[in-house]
């Protein structure tokens, strides 16, 4: 099963959509520091607003997490994973993938797991790639929280693309599910700081597995273990969690 | 004779249809059998019962001796398919492919890796191995679809019209090597085909399908005797009209 996991996630990094993303998070790379650089009047303001005495490094992971890369997992996961197991069914390959000593819900872990893989691999490629190049270009970067926060933020991203491989397990529809995915996240992404924004909701968002990848965000000068070892461990079990839910969800599938 | 299928009064109902009513029937070890019908006559939906594909609604099937509704995952294990209607994923390669499949058989990597460059050079696809599938003609994707089919070297192959698509060669080259895996290795083969004489070519013994049910089960030359048919078209017909009659 490690090998065919294996396989698969390199068939998977090789597909076209892939290359989307890639593409996609190049852009947002070069992008931002390019915005911050004079950044809307409007973004301005709710800055000034939310983080009145903020440092520029907690602007930027501000802008980073929450105007990138959380509209990043909102919607990479879909194109990533809103298809697993469907569009080899669609396209006709799960008759010769299902004829094989592999059940459908198992063939199902893999192809998530896969997804997962390939998501968290171009988020830390992100990541590190930023590292790199925002100490060059964004005054006052510190790479070390940044990356400690991202860290946490990666877990957010395997829990996005395995909450769209079971949506399409369950609705079994891929143009649906990419919808019904796509809805779901960004409904979670919109909710996500509002603990930020509203410290009196803090503990009620603290349900929402996105704000959970960006807590990150509050403690950027005390970042740790203890901080960020909770959350990277429910975003794990829920990842988990939902990648079995999609596998029941599978169980009466036929090829 | 020690038998490597044994199906019996085996039905499916999907719904108010019936695709398959009843059929029984036995394979030899090492057997060529052919399996002939018109389209929707229920053989496609009997061989993916034989591999748990499908879930029968009445009657049983043993494959090497498994139940296929309980022991799916060791019939398949055993089993090689090669599906009627099927397509290739488009951006891996042939040798990708193969050893994607390998690796859900659980080979081992060298395993794998000898028996795809071995199928890969067998279809004389070498040259292309290294290419993605979606560019491959249909003769060619047929080739990767029975390569794949074979790469876990089978006990039972399930073949469902595995010559559509080849030409007049490839049919000739996969017809020889099929009947070398019989006599070679003791491979069983269930041969699926519309292609009456590539059935006859092949298979010393039939099963004809018609309407969902088991019309004949016999040797060739008994059935062909039995109905005064020189042919296998005029031995399929005279089948089908006797059973319109």
Excluded at chain 1, 189 to 197: D, E, N, Q, R
Excluded at chain 1, 201 to 212: D, E, K, S, V, Y
Excluded at chain 2, 3 to 13: D, M, S
Excluded at chain 2, 95 to 106: Q, S
Aim: proline residues 5%.
């Amino acid at each position: 099963m490690i090998r065919l996991l294996w396989l698969d996630y390199l068939a998977t990094l090789r597909e076209r959509k892939t290359w989307l993303c890639v593409a996609m998070l190049a852009y947002a790379l070069v992008a931002i520091p390019v915005v911050l650089a004079r950044p809307p009047d409007h973004v301005r303001a709710a800055i000034a607003a939310w983080f009145g005495d903020a440092t520029p490094f907690q602007i930027f992971m501000y802008v980073w997490i929450d105007l990138t890369m959380n509209k990043v997992i909102a919607f990479l996961p879909v194109v990533i994973a809103s298809g697993v197991v469907l569009r080899e069914r669609d396209t006709g390959v799960l008759p010769l993938l299902a004829s094989k000593p592999l059940s459908i819900p198992r063939y199902f872990v893999v192809r998530a797991l896969s997804a997962c893989a390939v998501m968290v691999t171009l988020h830390v490629a992100t990541q590190l790639a930023g590292a790199a190049y925002f100490t060059a270009r964004v005054p006052g970067f510190r790479p070390g929280p940044f990356l400690g926060a991202m860290s946490l933020h990666a877990f957010a991203a395997l829990f996005a693309t395995a909450l769209c491989a079971a949506i399409a397990a369950w609705v079994k529809h891929r143009g649906a599910s990419a919808l019904i995915g796509f809805a779901t996240l960004g409904g979670l992404v919109g909710l996500s700081l509002i603990g930020f924004y509203q410290p009196a909701w803090r503990g009620i968002t603290l349900a929402n597995p996105i704000t959970l990848g960006a807590l990150g965000l509050g403690s950027l000068d005390h970042l740790g273990p203890a901080v960020l070892g909770p959350p990277m461990l429910a975003l794990a079990a829920l990842t988990a969690l939902t990648i079995a839910v999609g596998a029941a969800g599978v169980r009466r599938m036929e090829a | 004779m020690n038998q490597a299928i044994e199906v019996n009064a085996l039905g499916k109902r999907f719904g108010e249809v019936t695709a398959v009513d009843g059929v029984s029937f036995a394979v030899a070890a090492g057997e060529i059998f052919g399996f002939m019908g018109h389209n929707g006559a229920g053989k496609t939906t009997t061989l993916r019962m034989l591999l748990g594909l499908t879930r029968p609604t009445a009657g049983s099937a043993r494959v090497l001796g498994r139940d296929v509704v309980h022991e799916t995952l060791e019939v398949r294990r055993n089993a090689g398919y090669l599906p009627a209607s099927y397509s290739l994923p488009p951006d891996m390669t042939a040798r990708g492919f193969l050893h994607y499949i390998a690796a859900m058989f659980a080979l081992p990597r060298g395993v794998a890796a000898a028996r795809a460059d071995a199928l890969l050079r067998r279809f004389g696809l070498e040259r292309e191995a290294d290419r993605p599938l979606r560019g491959f003609s249909t003769g060619m994707a047929q080739k990767v679809g029975i390569a794949q089919a074979l790469i876990n070297e089978p006990a039972v192959l399930l073949l469902d019209e595995p010559t559509s698509g080849l030409d007049p060669l490839g049919r000739h080259e996969l017809l020889e090597m099929l009947r070398a895996l019989a006599r070679e290795r003791g491979v069983t083969i269930v041969f699926s085909s519309h292609i009456l004489s590539d059935v006859e070519a092949l298979c010393q013994r039939v099963a004809v399908m018609h309407r969902s049910r088991l019309v004949a089960c016999d040797e060739v030359e008994r059935l062909k005797d039995a109905h005064g048919a020189r042919t296998m078209d005029d031995l399929y017909l005279a089948l089908v009209r006797r059973e319109a009659a």
